[in-house]
């Protein structure tokens, strides 16, 4: 099953590809691979949840966010491959999570991202991964994700 596939199967469609809030470009493609500015949790160009985890902002809500920030990094590295279907692999993700000092659980927010890039790649979705506790993100965001993919 392609990746286009299994989204449909998932119930899920690429959003579009979120306007850089700065002085970068969302996805940059050199040879075989795909890099990924990180990319915010953002639905029809807004966030929808705001704060640190461990806060004001519940873990399980931060896996949610983070599998929206996944998606967008997705659609931002489809962009610059020729479609989802030309990312042949996910090979690094970063999760970052705007956290509490108190807070630990940033491995179990970063999991939202890669469940959903195994949900979508399957086997090709295995990926290395860090998942690092910051003080503050842009806009305010609970988590932002960055990508690494092999493209065909």
């Known amino acids: 099953m392609t990746a286009s596939e299994r989204l449909t199967q998932l119930g899920l469609e690429l959003p579009p ?9 969302p996805a940059r493609r050199t040879g075989n691979q795909v890099r990924t500015s990180g990319q915010l949790p ?4 807004s966030l929808v949840v705001s704060g640190k985890v461990g806060d004001n902002v519940e873990p399980d ?3 949610e966010q ?4 996944a ?3 997705v659609a931002a590295a489809a962009a610059v491959a020729g479609g989802v279907d030309a990312i042949t692999h996910i090979t690094h993700v970063t999760v970052f999570v705007a956290s509490s000092p108190e807070f630990t659980g940033q491995p179990q927010v970063a999991n939202g991202a890669s469940e959903l890039l195994g949900e979508i790649f399957g086997d090709a979705g295995a990926h290395t991964r860090s998942a690092v506790g910051v003080a503050v993100l842009p806009l305010d965001a609970p988590v932002e994700v960055e990508l690494v993919c092999e493209v065909a």
């Open 61 to 63: 809500i931060a896996y």
């Open 17 to 25: 590809v979120a306007a850089p809030v700065a002085a970068y470009v």
């Open 42 to 45: 953002f639905v029809a160009g």
């Open 66 to 69: 983070a599998r929206v920030a």
């Open 71 to 73: 998606l967008n990094a």
